[in-house]
C-alpha cells in the first residue's frame, strides 16, 4: 500500500509534503525515469517555489536532466511532454485544493500521469537512492516560452491560426491561479473581446477559493449577466478544471461541460470510445449512447483515465488506441490527438468557437438534466475501508447492479449512488444523482444513512 501516494501524485500541506521529502521523492521519481530528461513546473503557491527547488535539486543529484519552465498551467506542462521530447514531468501544485497545501503531480514521458500503483514502485526506490558521482550531476536549463507554445499549439488544432472567431463577448475567471498566464494570450490571438476576474497571478487565491464551484465563482455568474456576454469560464488554480456559465448567467456543472465536449466530438469524428469515471453523471452515457459511442468506466482520477484511453483495441482490424474523449465529473477534459492532459483551455477554446454557431444554453439543451447531491464524510484511514465495504455488502446482499472499479457505485431504476474514499483527504465521498433534486437528496440521505 502507498505510504505517499494518492489519487494523483503525492498531496499534502507543507508540514506534510516537506522540503526534506519533497527532495528524497524526486531522487526517487529521477532513478524510475532512468535519469532522464524531467520537466518541472510550478503553479503559483506560495510553497512552490521552496519545494520546486527541492524537486530540481533532487532530480539533478541523481543525474537527470532538468527542463525548468517556471510557473505554467499542469495542461502546459504535460503538453511539453512531447514537444521537448522528454522522459516525464513534476509539476508542483495542488490543482483546486486551498493555497496551504501542494502537492507533485508526476506524468510519465508519453503523457500518462502516475498512478498509486505506480507510485509504490517509486517508493520502493527511496531506501535505494544512489546519488551521482560529482562529476556526473544533472544540469537545469530554463525554457521560457511554455504558455506560448502551449496557445499556438491550442490555435492550432483548433484551426485558428489565421483565422478570428466571429464577434464573441465572453468573461474569463483566473481563479489567480495559472491561467492569468495562458488564457487571456489564448483569447486575444482567438480574436474575442474578454472581460477579466482574478487575472493575477497570486499564491494565496485572494479573489476566490480555487476550486471553481458554483459558491466560489458567483461573481463570475453575476458579471456574465450585466455584461450581456456570450459566456463565463472559470478554471481552478492549475487550469486542468474548467467550467462555464451560459449568456443567461446560469452555472455549468462539469459533468455538462463534459458531456458538451462529447457532443463537439462526436459530431465531428463518429467512431470511438468515451472513457469516464464511475463518478460522473449519466448525462455523458446519454449523450454518448445517442451517438452510438460505447463509454468505458474508470476508477477516479487523471491517471486512470489516462491508461484506459490508450489501451489497444481492435478498430477495423487494426489495433490501435480508439478512446476519442476522457473526462470527468469536475470539468477535466482529455483531447488525445493534443495530448492526454485534461486540459481546460483547449476545452475553453472549442466552446467559444461553438457558441458562434448558437448560443451556450442551446448546446446545453442537447444534455439531459441530472441533479446531483455531494457529501463529504471525515474519515481515517481504517474507517474508509469499512465504510466502503459496508456499502459493498449492502448491495451484494440486496442483489442492487453495481460498480466496484472505485469504492462502490450502485446503478437504480431513479438515479445511481457512489461511495467511495478519497485518495488525497480524509474524506468518504457520497455522490447520488437522479432525475430531480428531491430525487437526489433522497438517494443521498438513505444512503448516508446505512452508511452510518
Known sequence: MSKY?????????????????????????GIYFKRGKIIVARDCRITGEVLSSCVMAGLVSVGCEVIDIGIASSPTAEFMIKKLKTNGCIIVSASHNPPEWNALKIVDGKGIAISKERGEEIEKLLDRIELSSWDRIGKVKRYGNASEDHVKAILEAIGMLKTKTKKTKIVIDCGNGTAALIAPKL??????????????????FPGRPSEPTEVNVKELLAMVKSSNADAGIAWDGDGDRVIFVDEKGRYVIGDRVYALSIIWKLNEQKNGDVVTTVATSKAVEDVARK????????????????????????VDGTAKPNAIIGGEEVGGVIWPEFSLAKDGFLTAAVMVQKICEKPLSEWLEQVPDYFNVKIKMDADAERKIKIVEKVLTHAKNNKLDFIDIDGVRINLPEGWVIVRASGTENYVRLFAEAKTKEGAEKLAAEYEKIVK
Open 5 to 29: 501516494f494518492g489519487t494523483n501524485g503525492v498531496r499534502g500541506r507543507f508540514n506534510e509534503l516537506t522540503p526534506e521529502l519533497t527532495l528524497k521523492l524526486s531522487q526517487a521519481i
Open 187 to 204: 483569447f486575444r490571438e482567438m480574436g474575442v473581446e474578454f472581460l477579466s476576474l482574478n487575472s493575477h497571478p497570486d499564491g494565496r
Open 291 to 314: 451517438y452510438g459511442a460505447k463509454v468505458r468506466y474508470t476508477a477516479i482520477g487523471a491517471p486512470y483515465l489516462c491508461e484506459e484511453m490508450v489501451k489497444v483495441k481492435s
